[in-house]
């Protein structure tokens, strides 16, 4: 019998495949849902984050990885549904204008969908008039923007500056490979994450806040 | 005034070249490419150069063939030398000329991936060079992992619709890689034409503050964005 140890070092494998195969059995066993999301599938994706920061592993295993979780993921969906769980927060999250680079952005939407997140994924070089619409069709308690160009980033400032303009509510959160924690002050964003894994943290943090 | 050059490697071929054509000779530290893949670690890096640098009695100022790299130069300080770094994105930008410039270009056409005459000699150019570097570092995994890696690897460059290549009048070319690299992802080739004036300004000494941050002793290196 497979455990949630056995899940977890699959996922940061990469072994989509054993995944499929794992989360069945363990939910068959009676392992909830919950349980499996808490203490394998992120757990894995914070070790591959982690890795990655160190240059233990690179793009493509973070990329396997992160497709695992997926799939780990698209099968407890029903069950945590089905199991009561609500989501406790709405995101908006996407990467800002002219940056098609979306590795960062997804992962940190998997981790907030894993933390019970309600995530609207507006995708990739969205403009601040979109992100606009959006926060007023979905009103979401949080927004995250990413950028993994230093080229992209005065489109970061822009989005925060016009929404602050139009005195919209939201809470920004920004990350990216080249954004900081001064960057974010800098431009008046309400928080900044430097990966994934602590992306969850800070957003519970700066919500409870 | 005595001057060290920190650079990337990516502008071995085009400062070899400026040497010659200035007549210069100024002594050069040259980094591995791709440091800005983590920032962090890459302004240590710099730094501990830096420190070392300090330690020469006569060095005065260090100029940095780079650009803020993903931030990896942001912050950088020293106490006895005056630094000056192009205020560039990074080696596209210098190449280019002018980084209000690649912004647009950025924004305008995302689905871009920018290349320089050095970056076609990393093995991290998608196409046929990377895919050979992930069988080779991944050899140990099996067919079905191996061909996932491949997999995913590729769909991280799947917005790609184009290669720019800046290129300049430096003398060597690796214009056939990137031929190559379209080829291999189904991409267009679309050269732009660069220049080598920054990084010959550069080492000639200029210090324009549009086109160059500069930090005198106990000051740090600021790149607005």
């Known amino acids: 019998m497979s455990t949630l140890i056995d899940l977890k070092e699959a996922v940061v494998k990469g072994k989509r495949k054993i995944v499929n195969v794992i989360v069945p059995e363990l939910l068959e066993a009676g392992v909830a849902a919950k349980d499996i999301l808490e203490e394998a599938l992120i757990p894995a994706m914070a070790e591959i984050g982690e890795r990655f920061k160190r240059n233990e592993v690179y793009v493509p295993e973070m990329l396997v990885a992160a497709r695992a979780m997926k799939e780990g993921m698209l099968i407890i969906e029903p069950h945590l549904i089905s199991a009561g769980i609500r989501p406790e927060f709405k995101a908006l999250i996407c990467t800002v204008e002219g940056d098609l680079h979306d590795i960062g952005k997804n992962l940190v939407a998997i981790m907030w969908k894993g933390a019970g997140f309600e995530v609207i994924d507006l995708g990739v070089s969205v403009s601040k008039e979109t992100v606009l619409e959006a926060i007023q069709q979905h009103q979401p308690h949080i927004l995250g923007l990413s950028a993994l160009l230093t080229t992209t980033m005065p489109a970061m400032r822009e989005v925060v500056s016009f929404l602050r303009a139009k005195d919209i509510k939201v809470k920004i959160m920004v990350g990216g490979a080249p954004v900081t924690q001064s960057y974010a002050e800098e431009i008046g964003a309400d928080a900044y994450s430097s990966d994934a894994a602590s992306a969850v943290d800070v957003a519970k943090r700066l919500l409870a806040s | ?225």
């Open chain 2, 1 to 225: 005034m005595a001057t060290h050059l920190m650079a990337c490697e990516v502008f071995r071929d085009e400062l070899t070249q400026l040497f010659a054509e200035l007549h210069l000779e100024i002594p050069v530290s040259y980094f591995e490419m791709g440091l800005h893949d983590n920032p962090v670690t890459m302004r240590q890096r710099l730094q501990a150069q830096i420190a070392s640098l300090e330690l020469e009695p006569k060095l005065e100022r260090v100029i940095f063939a780079y650009g803020v790299c993903g931030g990896g130069l942001q912050g950088l300080t020293s106490q006895r030398l005056t630094l000056v770094a192009p205020y560039g994105h990074d080696c596209i930008s210098v190449l280019m000329g002018n980084r209000r410039e690649h912004e647009k270009f950025q924004k305008e056409q995302p689905q871009s991936y920018f290349l320089s005459n050095g970056w076609l000699k990393s093995t991290r150019i998608p196409g046929p060079q990377r895919e050979a570097w992930i069988r080779e570092h991944y050899a140990d995994q099996d067919q079905d992992d191996l061909d996932d890696l491949l997999e995913a690897d590729r769909s991280a460059f799947s917005h790609y619709k184009q290669i720019v290549l800046v290129e300049t009048e430096c003398k060597t070319s690796h214009r056939n890689r990137a031929e190559e690299s379209c080829q291999s992802m189904g991409w267009t080739l679309s050269p732009y034409k660069g220049s080598l004036s920054w990084l010959r300004d550069l080492l000639m000494g200029e210090q324009c503050p549009d086109r160059f941050v500069t930090a005198r002793p106990g000051e740090a290196l600021k790149f607005t964005l």
